[in-house]
């Protein structure tokens, strides 16, 4: 029998320098020579992707923590911040995380 | 602090082109809440070649015999730890020689785990194929800064006091551009490389490299003034502003807030010195205490230095507050401290430099005034006359 699928997990680069500017995040990239800015949500799913996670557990936790969140609009909008991060290079390759 | 840049030229982020305004708003927000963004290691203070401008000790003397022993690797990652705990985000490595210190890539190992983002200050001329090659490997290495004092081997080599410097120093150069990474050059500016102002600057650009130019020479850190020698005077500064430096001679007035001369000095900086003294910054020999003996937090949060420089209002500059140069003055806090005893006191050579840049930057408005006054009137301005004449 074949084993059931796991999710695809994703992970941020740990070699990327930032810091907590309270609720914020700012994160350098030396090789693309790029700066970025995350905002209070943004720090928090930087924070949860310490550790390899995938869309669900990350919508999961934000819908947990957010009150009021739409059903199923947290999941979508955490893909689209996913898409983005790792477009900018800042998440691990797949299979890596 | 909306107009203040509290950031020194040699805080700035090598190589970074695209953040200028985020870093500029995490030093601003570092700044108000007195977060340690910015700090430098002084890993070691030995040094392969022996300038005679260094402002650690006369490199020409044995070292005083009563210095306490340097950091040693595992202090030096304990300070890492706790500068990163702090709020940390840029991190110098400088010396000294930072490649002379065994333990260099385990530093930089360490600084990797931490997420700061690691800039390096370097003479160069140890930046051997492999080397360069490893550096390249940091993905956290934001850039590396490499002194240079003349555009020939005579020039350069004569400050460094180490023949093949600066072709070594120029090869190490090449060698990181090759690898990828990013370089400023740092052209330390004094009597015996003046006269090759101009060809420093014709250097890097042709080679395509950013550079600055720094033109502080301060008394030593031992408490020696032999470094003051190779200080050029007031005239062959005027010169050099008003020649082959005329775009560096003139600024924008800027004219300090009524709380205070801006600086990030104990506000969002911090340096440690090679034997574990906090100051507030690498060239501001004033400890506010050490870290063998103290948690970091602990000094930075209530050092009675670091509160009394948070605490100076510009009324505590006696000299500097109603100093008609003041709008024109970088008021550099080494220079003042090592030159008059006082955090708060003047450098001759610094207020020389103010004035000369407040008569050249008025004598440069007065210029663009009288082109405008003899160019032909533009379209608004001819409206506006006819709307007169109307």
């Known amino acids: 029998m074949a084993e059931e699928s796991k999710p695809a997990t994703l992970r941020r680069d740990p070699t990327l320098p930032f810091q907590r500017m309270d609720e914020d995040t700012i994160v350098v990239d030396p090789r693309t020579r790029e700066v970025h800015l995350l905002n ?21 936790a934000l819908e947990a923590e957010y009150e ?6 947290m999941r979508r909008e955490v893909e689209a911040f996913l898409a983005e991060l790792g477009g900018k290079g800042l998440l691990l390759p797949k299979g890596r995380a | 602090m909306s107009g203040r840049e509290p950031r020194c030229q040699d805080q700035e982020v090598i190589g970074e082109a695209h953040g200028h305004a985020l870093i500029g708003q995490a030093q601003e927000w570092a700044y108000r809440n007195q977060v340690p963004l910015n700090a430098s290691i002084e890993i ?52 000294g020689e930072i490649l002379s210190h065994p333990d260099l890539f385990q530093l930089l ?64 150069v090449q060698r990181l551009r090759h690898v990828g990474v990013a370089v400023r050059l740092k052209f330390i500016l004094m009597k015996q490389n003046a006269h090759e102002a101009e060809a420093m600057r014709a250097q890097a650009a042709e080679r395509g490299f950013h550079y600055l130019i720094d033109l502080t020479i301060t008394s030593r850190h031992d408490g020696t003034h032999g470094s003051l020698e190779t200080r050029i005077d007031r005239s062959t500064l005027e010169q050099l502003y008003r020649g082959p430096l005329r775009d560096l001679g003139h600024r924008d007035a800027f004219e300090p807030t009524e709380e205070s001369f801006p600086c990030n000095c104990a506000r969002g900086n911090v340096a440690i010195t090679a034997t ?112 007169v004449l109307r």
């Open chain 1, 40 to 60: 209070e949500t943004g720090a928090r799913i930087w924070e949860l992707l310490e550790t390899a996670s995938s869309v669900d557990e990350v919508a999961e």
């Open chain 2, 44 to 95: 070691t203070l030995r040094c392969n070649i022996r300038c005679l401008h260094c402002y650690n000790f006369d490199r020409d003397e044995p070292r005083a015999a009563c210095d306490e022993p340097e950091l040693s690797t595992e202090e030096i990652f304990r300070v890492m730890s706790e500068l990163r705990e702090a709020g940390c985000l840029f991190l110098l490595l400088t010396g």
């Open chain 2, 276 to 387: 574990g003294d906090v100051q507030p910054c690498i060239s501001v020999p004033w400890a506010a205490g050490n870290i063998r003996e103290q948690p970091f937090a602990e000094i930075w949060r209530s050092s009675a230095v670091f509160q009394q420089i948070r605490s100076l209002k510009i009324a505590d500059y006696t000299k500097c507050g109603p100093c008609d140069h003041r709008a024109y003055c970088a008021r550099n806090r080494g220079a003042a401290l090592t030159a008059s005893g006082s955090y708060t006191g003047v450098d001759p050579f610094v207020c020389a430099t103010a004035e000369i840049v407040h008569t050249l930057s008025d004598e440069r408005a007065a210029e663009s005034a009288a082109r405008a006054a003899h160019e032909p009137p533009t379209g608004p301005q001819v409206r506006a006359r006819l709307a």
């Open chain 2, 109 to 172: 190992d360490r600084a990797r785990e931490l997420n700061l983002s690691v800039q390096l200050l370097t003479n160069g001329t140890m930046l051997r194929p492999g080397i360069a090659a490893r550096l390249a490997s940091y993905e956290n290495l934001q850039g590396v800064s490499v002194s240079l004092y003349g555009a020939t081997a005579e020039v350069h080599d004569g400050v460094t006091q180490m023949p093949g410097s600066f072709r070594r120093t120029w090869e190490g």
């Open chain 1, 68 to 73: 009021g969140a739409a059903p199923g609009a």
